[in-house]
Structure formats: C-alpha cells, structure tokens
C-alpha cells in the first residue's frame, strides 16, 4: 500500500487534514463570535475574522521560523499577510456554504480517526490532548466540517479550471519521449523556395507567390516528387525532397509542428516561413515511439510531523538519531517505521510501493532519485513533514498508451493548479463582502 499523504492525485483533497493537524497545536479557525476581551477585525460574508486569531497564527508563523531559521517580512507586514490569507479563508468557507457543499458526519468520523492515528492517538487521547490544549472537542468537529468542505469546493472548482488539448498531452509525451530516446519519428518531403538573406520586400513576395501556387498543385493532388524537380531549390530534389525517417527532435520545430496532425501521404495545409526561405511539406512517413519507458522507484520512509513539542529541528535530530540506529544494525527501518511514522504507510514498514517520476511531491521526490539503492538519505523536510526515506529498489518499465496518457494528465494538472488556484481564489474573495474592522478604542 503506497502512502495516502505524498501520492499527488488526492493530494489537493488532503491539505484539509495536514492543516487540521495544526488544530492540535492550539491553531485558531473559525469562531462564531469573538471571545470576550477580543474583537473583530474583518466581517466576511457572515464569517467573522477576530483579533486573536490573527495574533495565533502570526505566533505560530514567528516561532517556525525563529525554529528554522527563515527570514520574514517586518511584523506589520506579515500581519497584513496573515490577515489576507485569512479573509481568502473565510470567502472560500463562505462560497462553499453558499453553493451547498455538504460534508456528512461519517466522513468527519473518518477524518477524526485518521487525524488520532497519524499522531499515534487513541480517539480518547486525542480528546484529551484537544481539551488540555483548550480546544472544544465539538468545536474542533465543527472546524474540520469547514475544513474538509473548502477542501472539496477548492477540489471541485480549480480541477474544473484545468483544460488539457490533446496537443498539449502529446506535447508533453513527445518531450519525454525524446529525453528517453524514444521519439516519434518523421519522414518528411519538401519542396523550398529559397529567400536571399538580403531580399527586398519585393523579391520576398515574389517568392511566397511561388510557394503557395506550388502549395496548391500539391494540395490539388500533383505528384511531389515532380513538384520537387520543378520547383525545389533544397539540397535533396534527387531523394523527392525526402528529409528521411528522422526523430523530432532531430527536425526544426516548425517542420515538426506543421506535420504533427497530418496523416502519411498528407501535405500541410500552410506554406512555412523559415530561415532559408518557404517550405511547402509532406508527410511521407511517422513511426510512433508508442512505448514509453520510464524508471520506476521503489522506497520506504519515516514521517514525523513537527509540532510545538516537535519542532522541525527536532523532528530532523530525532530522525537522524533514527538513522544511526539503522546504520549500527541497532534497528531495522521497517520496524522504526511502524513505531514511529506518521503516515498512512507505517503499518507495511513505511512501504511506498512502486511510484513512476511525478507521482510524489517534488521536495520528496527529487531526495529520493539522488538516492542509490539501498542507500538512507539524510533527514529533510517537505511541505509534510520531517522524512528519513531509502530506496529499496529501481526497474524500467514500458507504460501502455493509457498509463502514459493518464501519467501526462497528472503531471500537466499538476504544473497548472497552482495557477488555477491563485486565479480562483482571487475570483472568490472579489465576490465576497469584506468589511473591515477597527480595534475598539
């Protein structure tokens, strides 16, 4: 079983549980009203921002960093910044509400539950560590409804924001396919009507006359090769103009482009404009690279989640020390695995099992493919957590037609949420009603 949190196509779906994680860790949501001594500082919609929940979360931010050593912004702009990310907060919450987005209390249950075990809770502890820690339990319910439906809002409305052309997908798989060696090939007949470099305007368009009556007997059904002794004034007018089976990215791009949609036997319909002058273009031949291989990496890691009693330093130490323990055969890392991770796979070792290139998180993956097999990298963070990961074992493997488009979907989807999202989100807090508060004097 692979890991629920890295796997990027239900991770959008899971910021919702990782940012509830930060509940248990006195993190502030939404409140009804503000608490007595507080006050509010922005009216959004009918959700309420107050002035402690601001103050909470800009601790939190100053103590991660006095922890990890970032550098910030000065105070009153960081709380500017804060206050913003909140009011977006409460505008998707509200937009959610607004359009019916319904979470049912089984799912928050689950929720729950997950949230107990990936800190090593029972569901009893974890009552107890929210009420030592000031929390209502009933509350912290109602903030991971709130949670989990702007998570499902954002899911639903950005992934509906994402277009992908068929172009672009075999854009996409011809480029890996080429870095593999494995490119779609060409053969490709033309017919060039060369431009002087210092052609006037007037020998240019002579030229391109030219070009496009040749274009019209060929697209008339006048044989090519005849049209290439005619007319042709490239180097190859004793092959027919024929350029040979080549790959794409042995071709000009503009060649490539022009061809890419035609069938064997078809003439492009434009005249191309290059260099040397005007192409007319046939596609005699395309061999596809059909097979796709790619390599597939097999590992196993150790997640622990930083929180105020383990902070991002102390997770790496801990982990770390974990590492000596592996490297002296004090331990084996399944076994450390199963004692000590927080992540869904603890219980097969931290086993993530086989993954193809973009299927993890990109600070995760680039650790691991610097890995030698059976090698333990050294403690790191990502947006997850602190991790100790080792690669088990590495193979080649041909993906079908399916797996390669399906790999192309994802990784396309992937380049173009955060994107997605920022334009959304900017859309939801323009609809929104935000009135701002001043403190009482």
Known sequence: MTSILLRLSILRGLMASCALLAALAGAATAQPAAPRGDYIVAVVNQELVTNSEVQQRLARIEQDA????????????????VLDALIDERAQLSHARLVGVRVDEAEIDRAVANIAAQNQLTLPQLRDRLRSQGIDFARFRSNLRDELMVARLREREVQARIRLSDA????????????????????????????????SREQEAERRARAEQVLALARSGRDFAQLVREYSDGANRDQGGRLGLRPAH???????????????????????????????????????GKGLAVTQTRARHILLRPSPELPPQAALRRLADLK????????????????????????????????????????????????????????????????????????????DERQQRELAVNALREQKYETAYADWAREIRAQAYVEMREPPQ
């Open 66 to 81: 006095q922890r990890s050593g970032a550098r910030l912004p000065p105070r009153d702009q960081l709380r500017q910044q």
């Open 168 to 199: 672009e997908i075999d854009q996409y798989l011809s480029r890996l396919r080429a870095e593999s060696g494995q490119s779609v090939e060409y053969d490709i007949a033309q017919v060039l009507v060369s431009v002087p470099e210092n052609a």
């Open 324 to 399: 000596r323990r592996i490297e002296q055969g004090d331990a084996g890392f399944a076994q450390l695995a199963r004692q000590f991770s927080e992540d869904g796979s603890a219980a097969q070792g931290g086993d993530l099992g086989w993954a193809s290139p973009g299927q993890f998180v990109p600070e995760f993956e680039q650790v691991m493919n610097q890995l030698a097999v059976g090698k333990l990298s050294e403690p790191f963070m990502s947006r997850f957590g602190a991790h100790l990961v080792q690669v088990t074992d590495r193979r080649q493997v041909e993906l």
């Open 250 to 288: 042995r071709l000009p791009d503009l060649f490539v482009q022009a061809v890419a949609s035609l069938r064997p036997g078809e003439v492009a319909p434009q005249v191309v404009r290059s260099g040397a002058g005007f192409h007319i273009l046939k596609l005699e031949e395309r061999k596809d």
